[in-house]
């Protein structure tokens, strides 16, 4: 099977049988062992011909909650290892060695007496009888772990050496607090160190909110845990860096995009939490109304041209272009066709606003002109939580913001706050946009650089509706609140 699909040759595996004459030792294992491939090559071609899921788990984060389903020794004797539970929808999702073993899952689902639906994954047995003594045993809550280190104790020396690493606190730390960021939905994670205290904030829906603060004694030992898992060099602490950690979380795959910048109080870190999963939205479901959605959808139909995305930093940038080119995969005409179509992010505050900051960085007019055929501008604003916004009705001057005329009558909400949205009001975000399609008369104003102004009267005449007209659309369908949209527009210039 191996040879069939090209990942080993034919005299590797002579050379391998050669070897097991010797040793008797199992051919997987001497495949690895001289260095033809890797235990992860392995699982995976054997998950492939078995049509199951495999797993690497030591890139994995197992959730408490599921291992709080399933007792060691039921996990040890069967050779299985509960990875993430879904309490809503009733899922429990676990690695076995043998998918085939009837008698163990019959076990496991009488022990959860069938209020679990099972959804299983592939990998060695070797690995998960490792899992299972590395996370059985051990505090795997904040708290918990918390508790357990004495302050000014913590010993991170020992967290490059990666032997034994779970049986340090810090190791369990991290991994519960990117495990309670993502389940809570949170974008970006901030470590800040203060003079006496370490800082720990959530980005969720766009606005930081400060969840932990621990003793200063905390962070050098963590500092160094988060700097392992991203593969940065942890003796440099006066200079930026960048890394990249990739796990998998609550039984999906999760990457996060981590910066240090050196302070006077120790070094900050931050980490950009992207999830694959909430990463592609289809295009129906961005929530355009029909005349923007069918103006986007003739942007990406035509063959060949530049596509700008343009917004400030979290604006929901990247999530609109994997929707636009998820829905050019599923255009098969688009496969006959041999133009070429360009998709970039522009950091601009308007879509029109575009082509002048293209000009400053050196575009030259007459090669923009014809080439950009559509340029969306978007800001992303929270969305009223349904359990708790109450209505009222506007007063004169949010009238006159909105455009609307004293004697309409109409209803605005507000946030209020419950247990639902944790107090805040909010639960969720949504994109508002500005769509630009471009055409002949605008490219001819672009060529002779013609002035925003006139490209935006030019744009307007032709129906563009800008982004403040987008978010009162959605104030007035009571998704959103006038201070939100105010928040992230300027609602006193309409008209531009």
């Known amino acids: 099977m191996l040879v069939s699909k090209g990942v080993i040759s034919d005299d590797q595996l002579r050379i391998a049988l ?66 993430s539970v879904d309490p809503n929808g009733r899922v429990l999702t676990l690695t076995i060695a043998d998918p085939d073993n009837i008698i163990a899952l019959d076990q496991v689902r009488a022990l959860l007496k069938d209020e679990y639906r099972l959804i299983t994954q592939l990998a060695s047995e070797s690995d998960i009888l490792r899992a299972i003594d590395q996370y059985y045993g051990f505090e795997l809550s904040i708290d918990g772990i918390l508790h357990e280190i004495e302050p000014g104790e913590m010993e991170y020396q020992t967290l490059q050496s990666g032997v034994n690493e779970f049986s340090q606190p810090v190791v369990r730390l991290i991994d519960a607090l990117l495990t309670e960021a993502v389940q809570q939905g949170a974008s970006d994670i901030h470590f800040e160190p203060e003079s006496s205290f370490l800082r720990i904030r959530y980005r969720i829906d766009g606005v930081l909110r400060q969840m932990r603060s621990l003793h200063k004694s905390f962070w050098p030992a963590m500092v160094v845990r988060l700097k392992v898992m991203s593969n940065m060099n942890i003796a440099e602490t006066r200079a930026p860096q960048d890394g990249r950690i990739s796990l998998r979380l609550s039984g999906r795959p999760i990457d996060f995009r981590v910066a240090s910048h050196p302070t006077t109080h120790g070094e900050n870190m931050v980490l950009r939490i992207l999830d694959r999963q909430k990463g592609i939205v289809a295009l129906d479901q961005l929530g355009l109304d029909e005349i923007a959605l069918n103006t986007l959808k003739m942007i990406v139909s035509k063959p060949e041209g530049i596509v700008l995305v343009t917004g400030p930093t979290g604006s929901g940038k990247t999530t609109t272009l994997y929707s636009v080119l998820n829905h050019v995969a599923e255009m098969a005409f688009r496969a006959a066709m041999t133009g070429h179509q360009v998709y970039s992010t522009l950091h601009t505050n308007s879509a029109i606003g575009a082509i002048p900051r293209l000009l400053d960085i050196g575009i030259l007019p007459d090669i923009m002109a014809g080439n950009i055929i559509g340029i969306v501008a978007q800001r992303l604003v929270r969305i009223l939580c349904n359990e708790c916004k109450y209505p009222y009705q506007p007063d004169q001057h949010e009238r006159k913001l909105m455009g609307i005329a004293a004697h309409q009558d109409i209803t605005l909400y507000r946030a209020a706050g419950c247990d639902i949205c944790k107090h805040q009001g909010y639960k969720g975000r949504m994109a508002i946009m500005e769509l630009l399609k471009m055409d002949q008369d605008l490219d001819d104003l672009v060529a002779r650089r013609a002035s925003t102004r006139q490209l935006r009267e030019t744009a307007l005449n032709k129906g563009f509706r800008p982004l403040a007209i987008d978010g009162i659309r959605r104030i007035l369908q009571g998704i959103t609140s006038l201070a939100e949209i105010s928040r992230v527009v300027d609602l006193t210039d309409r008209a531009g």
């Open 18 to 83: 050669q070897e097991q004459t010797k040793t008797h030792q199992p051919l997987g294992r001497l495949l690895v062992r001289l260095g033809f491939l890797s235990e992860a090559t392995i699982r995976d071609v054997l998950s492939e011909n078995l049509g199951q899921e495999s797993v690497d788990l030591t890139s994995i984060i197992v959730d408490p909650a599921a291992l709080a389903l399933i007792p060691k020794d039921i996990a040890r004797r069967y050779q299985l290892l509960p990875l």
